[in-house]
């Protein structure tokens, strides 16, 4: 599984291992109709929207754990990241319902191999969003972008339940670089037991 905050790479690096592993990819949901009003703080659009990626999230990761077929699997998120933005975005009373729903999914999706969480700087963050120009990320301030990030540092400093291996991609762009890209497909070659912390030199 590869994790981490909005523009940190996931789905490039996601995309890169499942070609070089030739392995089964799962997507992310990237077609959620109620993110626009969300990021334009709609009342309301919280809770539909991460109802909605909770159930989307878990439909792709059981759908792809029932085909009988053998070999590796790469997936652009991790079950537990839908929790990480409920914790963010929904009121007390919107969470006691969400939660309820997330215990009785999460029980049979099983815990992956590998996770590897990208972090970066919420500065880096925010540079990057606004190089990408996607229109739905427009509305999204550095506020919430610094608080996305503060959470994943929160939830992995505690994760446990996979190896882990965290690579600060602050000074790095893999996705503009092949030569920081190769890097670390090179670190991904040796195992990880544990948790473990990669930190790239990047161009300096």
């Given at each position: 599984m590869v994790e981490g905050p909005i523009r940190v790479g996931k789905s490039t690096l996601a995309k890169v291992l499942a070609e070089q592993l030739h392995a089964r990819r799962i997507f992310d949901c990237e077609d959620n109709p109620f993110l626009a009003d969300f990021y334009n703080e709609k009342s309301g659009a919280a809770f539909r929207a991460q109802m909605y990626f909770l159930h989307e999230r878990y439909r792709r990761l059981s759908q792809i754990q029932s085909q009988d077929t053998a070999g590796p699997i790469v997936s652009d998120f991790l079950f537990e990241r839908d929790k990480i933005f409920a914790?963010?975005?929904?009121?007390?009373?919107?969470?006691?319902?969400?939660?309820?729903?997330?215990?009785?999914?999460?029980?049979?999706?099983?815990?992956?191999?590998?996770?590897?969480?990208?972090?970066?700087?919420?500065?880096?963050?925010?540079?990057?969003?606004?190089?990408?120009?996607?229109?739905?990320?427009?509305?999204?301030?550095?506020?919430?972008?610094?608080?996305?990030?503060?959470?994943?540092?929160?939830?992995?400093?505690?994760?446990?339940?996979?190896?882990?291996?965290?690579?600060?991609?602050?000074?790095?762009?893999?996705?503009?670089?092949?030569?920081?890209?190769?890097?670390?497909?090179?670190?991904?070659?040796?195992?990880?037991?544990?948790?473990?912390?990669?930190?790239?030199?990047?161009?300096?």
């Open positions: 914790y963010l975005n929904l009121d007390n009373e919107e969470l006691k319902l969400y939660e309820r729903y997330f215990d009785m999914l999460a029980s049979s999706i099983p815990p992956p191999d590998l996770v590897i969480y990208l972090q970066a700087k919420p500065d880096v963050l925010l540079k990057r969003v606004s190089k990408k120009g996607d229109p739905a990320e427009t509305q999204i301030s550095s506020e919430y972008l610094e608080a996305v990030a503060n959470a994943y540092e929160h939830f992995f400093f505690r994760y446990s339940a996979s190896n882990l291996l965290v690579v600060d991609t602050s000074e790095i762009d893999f996705v503009e670089r092949n030569q920081d890209l190769q890097e670390l497909l090179r670190r991904l070659r040796q195992p990880v037991k544990g948790t473990q912390y990669f930190l790239p030199l990047g161009q300096s």
